[in-house]
């Protein structure tokens, strides 16, 4: 079981370039998120995905969009990359709670390290 | 709204002593708390949970308490070793949001020395 795995693992892009984050889970779960962490600020949810085929925003969603592509793969893409976005990106995916054997403890990948000069 | 707060964002102690970590809570009562550790240039490793309804849980050398009262989660490392050196995060429940979501406390960097 490799987890939750994330590509790339750094990333330099120019202001205004685009790009897209991949991230694929392999222990079925049901829920995937996209977070931001920055220094002082802690990790913050970008955007979320309950289920396969739904979508929604977190608490940070301006400049970027999600796509959950099928059960194993979420994806974040930045369409106009600014330096604020600057930034370390994780994956995170947990069990929904509907199971009920999860209090949505969340796996987390090791993160893509984005610089946007 | 919901707070989450890790009071210390440092803490420094020597090999085999105790060291207890401080989340609060306010405007919102958790059904639960999770703690995670994060080593540098990695993700967040799921570590307890602790339910409203449990007072204390323990896992190796590994102790986390939930005091509904005082708002408070304590999580303590026994006989601390150096290589217990990581950034430490308390999470809870967001209700705003989706039933899994969670937001996190800023985290609280401990260093063991031997």
């Known amino acids: 079981n490799a987890g939750v795995t994330q590509t790339p693992k750094f990333q330099v892009l120019k202001t205004g370039q685009s790009m897209t984050l991949q991230c694929a889970q392999d222990?079925?779960?049901?829920?995937m998120y996209w977070y931001r962490q920055d220094p002082g600020m802690g990790l913050r949810l970008i955007y979320y995905s309950a289920s396969e085929g739904t979508t929604d925003k977190g608490e940070v969603p301006n400049g970027y969009n999600v796509s959950r592509l099928n059960k194993r793969e979420f994806s974040l893409r930045l369409e106009s990359a600014a330096p604020s976005q600057t930034s370390v990106y994780f994956c995170a995916s947990s069990e929904s709670l509907q199971t009920g054997t999860s209090a949505g403890e969340q796996y987390f990948g090791p993160g893509t390290r984005l610089t946007v000069t | 709204s919901q707070k989450i707060e890790q009071n210390s964002e440092a803490l420094n102690i020597q090999e085999g002593k105790t060291a207890t970590l401080t989340c609060n809570y306010t405007?919102?009562?958790?059904?639960?708390l999770q703690w995670y550790r994060q080593d540098p240039g990695r993700g967040p490793v799921f570590l307890l949970l602790i339910r409203e309804n449990e007072k204390e849980k323990r896992k190796e050398r590994l102790k986390v308490t939930f005091d509904t009262t005082l708002k408070q989660s304590l999580f303590h490392i026994t006989a601390s070793q150096p290589a217990d050196s990581a950034t430490y995060l308390c999470a809870s429940r967001n209700y705003g949001g989706s039933q899994g979501n969670l937001i996190f406390g800023k985290g609280t960097k401990l260093s063991v020395k031997p």
């Open positions: 222990m079925n779960h049901n829920s």
């Open positions: 405007n919102y009562s958790p059904a639960y």
